[in-house]
């Protein structure tokens, strides 16, 4: 971690280029490399390839040969940094924003797996992977609050409990939706509406959006100030686990509209509910300490979804256009 | 008007108080822990809502002297205009939800309404679940009130 650059400058930046040996750098790198990739080069990734989606065979095998260890993690310098280094400000800003992501690894492992049911075998490969990963992620968040953050409790929902007071109460918004919509998909598995609409409030949404803006803020604070290894390694890792999930759900969502282009209007019904619910916050976050301002993050928040939109092809109307901008960040994820 | 007296769980009588409790709605404790926007986007909601939940308990002991399985909660004019209990017949609602005995007492008990949400301890069972959504913090929050109406589950307990 040499690079010293304000957490936001990539959002002045715009879209960058990734050369071949960047992203080689990015698929190939093991847990220690991990350490010194750019998050503002991996979510670039999770991008790269969103206009031509990779096949799910080919996210399973990518998957195979970037799957961690979640036990490898040593978070001894994390401990020293947040209780030495990092100021009580810059703690209660990070937990403000990072135990929306706590909650959220566990809720989108265990919402997925009724997606599998209706999937194709190639896709039911891909999930049972990203099942996985989601279960690894929330072992991570579960030793990063044990073991640096110094909550205790005898098993994961102990932890759990702990961190949730530092839950927002519009968390129950997209979160709320994806079990209630994940319900709708067990009760019929086979329901294609029913699973574009959840597939939008998971794959677009939750992690497409939410997700990429939550390992933003935190991971370009960790890596400006050179604080928290671990946590930047495996939350980079993670990152890196996500833009599988992303480009599978988009794949998924790209397919499901070309193949009947009327599942345009589940996307748009799902996204009309939940930009009614983005539009609104129940507490007042402070991003400074980490270094960005609540405008920065909206525009964060903004530029991650229309990239996903755009680069899919899902153009939105105007009702929808106008929502888009009134949206306040909710900082969770999974 | 909030009752002090502990009326049987899934009673007419706590069926009278959970009404009394909404219209009221949540307190200026609980509302000066949130941000104003919040509660103007619930103001806004209850404001214009017309539509009622069938609040289901799935396995209420039996023997209780009305025989429920639902709290029915019209809502209209912002406040509530109908609040009654309800037996498996009479479910129609523009939502009917359910949950179980035991997460009901774990509600009145100061369960969070958003993790009953969440994790799916109370379920829309029959109606559009993304219109629904769209007054969800409405509804956490109306959960949170009936939560804190208190009830006697004791004469259930014997059954």
Redesign the interface.
């Given at each position: 971690m040499t690079e010293r650059k304000s957490p936001t400058a990539v959002l002045r930046e715009g879209p960058r280029a990734l050369s071949d040996e960047q992203v080689r750098e990015i698929e190939e790198a093991d847990l220690k490399g991990v350490l010194d990739v750019d998050i503002d080069d991996v979510i670039e990734y999770v991008h790269k390839d969103l206009k031509s989606l990779p096949d799910f065979t080919t996210l399973y095998r990518k998957y195979l040969k970037q799957r961690w260890d979640v036990y490898d993690l040593d978070f001894t310098q994390d401990k020293i940094d947040w209780t030495e280094r990092m100021t009580e400000a810059e703690r209660h800003s990070f937990l403000a924003i990072a135990s929306g992501f706590h909650h959220g690894e566990r809720?989108v492992e265990i919402e997925l797996p009724v997606f599998m049911i209706g999937a194709s075998e190639e896709e039911k490969l891909h999930i049972a992977a990203q099942i996985e990963d989601e279960a690894r992620h929330t072992v991570f968040f579960d030793r990063f609050y044990r073991e640096v953050v110094g909550l205790q409790g005898a098993d994961i929902m102990d932890i759990l409990d702990a961190s949730?007071p530092w839950?927002a109460?519009?968390?129950?918004?997209p979160?709320?939706?994806l079990?209630?919509?994940a319900?709708?998909v067990r009760k019929n598995p086979y329901d294609e509406r029913a699973r574009v609409?959840y597939g939008t409030t998971y794959f677009l949404w939750i992690e497409g959006v939410l997700a990429l803006s939550v390992m933003k803020v935190t991971l370009s604070y960790a890596r400006w100030r050179g604080f928290l290894p671990a946590y930047y390694t495996g939350f980079t890792a993670t990152c890196r686990d996500e833009s599988r999930h992303v480009q599978g759900g988009m794949k998924y969502l790209q397919d499901a509209v070309r193949k009947d282009p009327s599942m345009v209007n589940e996307i748009h019904?799902?996204l009309?509910?939940i930009l009614?619910?983005a539009?609104?916050?129940?507490?007042?976050v402070v991003y400074e300490p980490l270094g960005w301002s609540q405008d920065e993050v909206k525009m964060l928040f903004n530029q991650q979804l229309r990239r996903k939109l755009n680069d899919v092809g899902i153009s939105l109307p105007p009702d929808l256009l106008a929502m888009v901008g009134a949206v306040?960040p909710v900082l969770a994820g999974g | 008007m909030r009752t002090v007296t502990e009326q049987g769980f899934f009673s007419p009588q706590w069926a009278a108080a959970v009404r009394d409790a909404l219209a009221a709605g949540p307190s200026e404790q609980e509302r000066d822990g949130?941000?104003p926007?919040?509660w103007d986007?619930f103001d806004k909601v209850k404001a214009g809502y017309a539509s009622s939940w069938a609040l289901g308990c799935r396995d209420l002991p039996a023997g209780t002297d009305a025989g429920p399985a639902f709290l029915h909660v019209q809502w209209g004019g912002g406040t509530v205009t109908d609040c009654y209990i309800a037996g498996p017949a009479e479910r129609q609602a523009t939502y009917v939800l359910a949950m179980d005995y035991a997460d009901w007492q774990a509600l009145h008990g100061g369960y969070?309404p958003?993790?009953t949400?969440?994790?799916?301890k109370i379920?829309?069972e029959d109606g559009n679940?993304?219109?629904?959504?769209?007054g969800?913090?409405f509804f956490?929050e109306c959960l949170g009130v009936i939560g804190k109406v208190p009830a006697d589950f004791t004469a259930l307990a014997a059954h």
């Open positions: 809720q949730f839950v109460e519009t968390f129950v918004g979160f709320g939706l079990a209630y919509q319900d709708e609409r019904e799902t009309r509910t009614t619910l539009g609104v916050a129940s507490r007042e306040q | 949130k941000l926007m919040y986007f969070d958003q993790r949400v969440m994790y799916r379920l829309v679940v993304l219109e629904f959504f769209k969800i913090y956490t």
